[in-house]
């Protein structure tokens, strides 16, 4: 599993935004299919449908609030860490390996082209980065997280 996969799996649960996870609400399944007629059952008759108004779109699935989520994830171990502006708080906050190695292989999923050395320049790269990412993949990240 890719660092980013792991990092998004702690975010939002392992099936992601609109499934369930351990910090989402489950969704309902979806209803049964309407049951076929057969050849003993007559066809309905079919009825004039009133003219109806231009149907809305359907509304997207609930984002999963980033924010909340890791403020919550913060607040339940009582910690301290900088997540918002540090990709090793962040990584350490989510319980994942915040390696200069682990950072390396990220910066090179998320498509680094700077030194991969752990300076100051690719860490601020790579939390802002995930952000975007996470926000890509279904999250809501405030524009002070990702810009």
Do not use: C
């Amino acid at each position: 599993m890719s660092i980013f996969s792991k990092i998004k799996s702690a975010i939002f649960g392992e099936k992601g935004p609109l499934g369930s996870g351990h910090f989402g609400t489950p969704k309902a399944d979806a209803p049964a299919p309407a049951p076929q007629t057969t050849a003993a059952q007559p066809a309905p008759t079919p009825t004039p449908a009133a003219p109806t108004p231009q149907a809305a779109p359907a509304a997207p699935a609930q984002a999963v609030d980033v924010e909340a989520v890791l403020s919550g994830i913060a607040s339940k171990k009582g910690s301290d860490l900088n997540w918002r502006t540090s990709i090793v708080d962040l990584m350490k906050l989510l319980d994942l390996d915040s390696s200069l190695d682990n950072r390396k292989e990220l910066a090179t999923e998320l498509g680094y082209t700077g030194a991969k050395d752990g300076s100051a320049e690719m860490n601020m790269w790579l939390i802002k980065a995930v952000m975007r990412e996470l926000e890509k993949n279904g999250g809501t990240v405030p524009a002070n997280l990702k810009d």
